[in-house]
């Protein structure tokens, strides 16, 4: 649920960065959060566990300049990929405005990515979203392990897999270098700005 | 999902009742916040609160996570939260399905004020952000 305070001409997005355990969600936020000057970044939290895994979410608050008079602060989720965590995921989805799913190229968890896009779905029809309905970008994250010995799947076979209904924006990514990072940040909240601004009629 | 729209008359007039209620009875810092983790509003100041934000999202997670719980017991929901520490303790009061009210307030003020201040403030705190009047 977007929160537009009209008085400091303030509109505040939350979007979470979804998928599978592992397949580098926190790496993108921390990216992002090393990358962007101080000035345009809060504090990020995580809540992990010894295991370096997230236990329950990390936040990273930006500020990412104003559109049209109004200032636009975002809060950037992510959720725990592994399975057994599903109600915690529901949690962090609770008020989500738009959604990052990063999806893991190695053929090994080729299953994963798809049960986690699956699991996604359920858990905002259960909160009354449809995903549909809800801006979207794709990443394809990992991509520099294309070159590497460890059997991965092609971009098509990923878009194949996850992207043939959602027709999604798609970015392939290697979070760790920082590559395909930004653009996924940048169109997801280009997307989820504009249908905050467009549903509430606030930009010309 | 709609959205929550803010204005400057709602905010004035929810500070005047939390000023009135809370704030003049001792309490340190009070903030309003959606379970999305966003801060409505906020009122008070406590310089031991470096990040609000932070803060208001913890404890939009803190209580989707008691919920949990409660559900675990045969409960819906708990409705209220108490976290007691050394110097500063914090009263949480879910307003509606949407909104949470958390309280800071040090040790010289009892918590059985705080939630009788709470309670009275729930209704129409609830009422000026919901539909903008008491």
């Known amino acids: 649920m977007a929160l537009i305070d009209l008085g400091k001409r303030e509109i505040h997005c939350k979007i979470v960065y979804y998928g599978p355990g592992r397949c580098g969600k926190t790496t993108n936020l921390i990216y992002i959060h090393h990358a962007m000057i101080p000035k345009a970044r809060g504090k990020m939290v995580t809540i992990d566990t010894k295991g370096d895994r997230t236990l329950f979410f990390d936040l990273l608050p930006l500020h990412l300049g104003s559109v049209q008079d109004f200032d636009i602060r975002i809060q950037l989720y992510t959720v725990p ?26 053929q090994v968890r080729r299953q994963r990515n798809k049960d986690s896009l699956a699991g996604l779905s359920n858990n905002l029809a259960e909160l009354g979203v449809k995903l549909s309905e809800i801006p979207i970008v794709l990443q394809y994250n990992k991509r520099d392990l294309t070159e590497s010995e460890i059997p991965t799947l092609s971009v098509s076979e990923l878009s194949s897999d996850l992207n043939s209904e959602l027709q999604a924006p798609e970015f392939t990514a290697s979070a760790t270098l920082g590559e395909g990072v930004f653009e996924s940040l940048r169109a997801i909240s280009k997307l989820t700005v504009h249908q905050v601004a467009e549903k509430n009629r606030l930009l010309e | 999902m709609a959205s929550f729209i803010l204005t400057q008359e709602k905010v004035n007039a929810v500070h005047k009742l939390i000023d009135d209620k809370l704030i003049r009875a001792g309490v340190k810092k009070v903030m309003i916040i959606d379970e999305a983790g966003n801060i409505i509003t906020e009122c008070g100041h406590d310089p031991a609160i470096t990040d609000p934000t932070a803060l208001a999202a913890l404890t939009a997670a803190n209580f989707g996570a008691t919920a949990q719980i409660a559900r675990l017991i045969g409960e819906e929901d708990f409705t209220l939260l108490f976290h007691k520490g050394e110097n500063s303790s914090m009263y949480f009061l879910r307003l509606d399905e949407e909104l949470i009210m958390l309280s800071i307030f040090s040790d010289e003020v009892s918590l059985g004020l705080i939630r009788c201040r709470a309670d009275e403030l729930l209704a129409p705190v609830k009422s000026i952000l919901k539909n903008g009047t008491v």
């Open chain 1, 81 to 106: 990929g592994q399975i057994m965590y599903e109600a915690t995921r529901k949690l962090v989805l609770k008020g989500v405005d738009g959604i990052v799913f990063v999806a893991d190229p190695l």
